[in-house]
């Protein structure tokens, strides 16, 4: 069993910045990829970011040059850092973990959720 807790979300201006974090924890034997989808009213849950085990990064084209994803494999731990923020970023972001686990391998999980509010 794995457990992803996510944190840093809120309300901010037009144009302003939020740092999203989210921990794994469980019986983590090696990380295949994390990364970040997002759902906004009406709308079916996307990708925002995701990392993979190589490094590797993909963004939506729609927050490309404004998001960056980072991780902490040793802490099992992924940020996404949102800058130049939009209205239309406006949305429930849900952290991802595809996680190869002791003993049942591998295995997909979502967090709960963190609300962005992008308003003024």
């Known amino acids: 069993q794995v457990q992803l807790v996510e944190s840093g979300g809120g309300l901010v201006q037009p144009g302003g910045s939020l740092r999203l974090s989210c921990a794994a924890s469980?019986?983590?034997?090696?990380?295949?990829?994390m990364g970040w989808y997002r759902q906004a009213p009406g709308t079916e849950r996307e990708l925002g970011a995701i990392i993979y085990s190589d490094g590797t990064t993909n963004y939506a084209d729609s927050v490309k040059g404004r998001f960056t994803i980072s991780r902490d494999n040793a802490k099992n731990t992924v940020a996404l850092q949102m800058n130049s923020l939009k209205p239309e970023d406006t949305a429930v972001y849900y952290c991802?973990?595809?996680?190869?686990?002791?003993?049942?391998?591998?295995?997909?999980?979502w967090g709960q959720g963190t609300q962005v509010t992008v308003s003024s």
């Open positions: 469980g019986s983590i034997l090696s990380i295949n990829a």
């Open positions: 991802y973990g595809d996680f190869n686990l002791r003993p049942w391998g591998q295995r997909r999980y």
